[in-house]
């Protein structure tokens, strides 16, 4: 698996809208600073995750961005293959891979398998509710002082 920067921006994005859940909109301008991504690729980013049902958008002078979903109710798997595609590290490792007529026989699908299993295992268990709270912690042990 490899994520492109459009994956990675939309990642951090919707953690960003995650972590301000329930506090209304959050315009572009807020989202390109948090995020540290550029406006203009930040519309692109947006559009594709509206397509996507992931986000949604207000019009108008107190208009914005929000999450059309719970942070509880979205995986980071959603997002990785909404944006990026499959996971698997190689074609073969899908069940319905005709290319090669040794795949049954092949010793490395098996591996190639257990890393998308491996891979699935973690990003399809981990909500942007649990991403949102283990930022807001780490965030605060680092404005720990004495």
Same mark, same amino acid.
């Given at each position: 698996m490899r994520l492109t920067y459009k994956g990675d921006y939309s990642i951090k994005i919707i953690l960003e809208l995650a972590m301000h859940h329930g506090k209304g909109v959050m315009t572009i301008q807020e989202l390109s600073q948090k995020g540290d991504v550029p406006i203009k690729f930040l519309?692109? #980013?947006?559009l594709d995750l509206k397509r996507?049902?992931? #986000?949604? /958008?207000? $019009?108008?002078?107190?208009? =914005?961005?929000?999450?059309?979903?719970?942070? !509880?109710?979205?995986?980071?798997?959603?997002?990785? $293959?909404?944006? !990026?595609?499959? *996971?698997?590290? @190689?074609?073969?490792?899908s069940d319905r891979y005709k290319g090669c007529k040794e795949a049954d026989r092949c010793?490395? $699908?098996? @591996?190639?398998?257990?890393? !998308?299993?491996?891979? /699935? =295992?973690?990003?399809?268990? @981990? *909500?942007?509710?649990?991403l949102a709270q283990q930022s807001q912690r780490q965030r605060l042990a680092n404005d720990y002082s004495i």
């Open positions: 519309e692109q #980013v947006l996507g049902g992931f #986000v949604e /958008s207000k $019009r108008g002078k107190k208009g =914005g961005y929000e999450l059309a979903k719970r942070p !509880d109710q979205i995986r980071l798997g959603e997002i990785v $293959r909404y944006i !990026d595609g499959p *996971t698997e590290p @190689i074609a073969c490792v010793v490395l $699908r098996g @591996i190639w398998q257990r890393v !998308d299993g491996a891979i /699935s =295992g973690i990003i399809d268990n @981990i *909500t942007f509710e649990d």
